[in-house]
């Protein structure tokens, strides 16, 4: 069994930044996909980013250029640096895992419980 622990949400101003962060623990695994979706009041979960084991990486139209995803394999934890946040970016996010359990050889889909950013005056 996998396990994520969120960290780095909060209250910004526009134009700032904050930083999440997400480390995965527990049983033995292998990780390929680690990401972040977002899901605001009253929307659908959307992906935001995410980057393969090889560091591959995708990013949501809206985020580009302002958001940076990245990853340290070793830590098996997962970073989102965002920048230049605007209230639209207001929502809860959410750390997503996808690997492979190394003991029963079942595919992992393991999610956060959510971190609350809010971008407001």
């Known amino acids: 069994q996998v396990q994520l622990v969120e960290s780095g949400g909060g209250l910004v101003q526009p134009g700032g930044s904050l930083r999440l962060s997400c480390a995965a623990s527990g049983s033995t695994f292998s990780i390929n996909t680690m990401g972040w979706h977002r899901q605001a009041p009253g929307k659908e979960r959307q992906l935001v980013a995410d980057v393969t084991r090889g560091g591959r990486t995708n990013y949501a139209d809206s985020v580009k250029a302002r958001f940076t995803i990245s990853r340290d394999n070793a830590k098996n934890t997962v970073y989102l640096q965002m920048n230049s946040l605007k209230p639209e970016d207001t929502a809860v996010y959410y750390c997503?895992?996808?690997?492979?359990?190394?003991?029963?050889?079942?595919?992992?889909?393991?999610w956060g419980q959510g971190t609350l950013v809010t971008v407001s005056l």
């Open positions: 997503n895992v996808r690997g492979k359990s190394l003991t029963t050889y079942l595919e992992l889909d393991v």
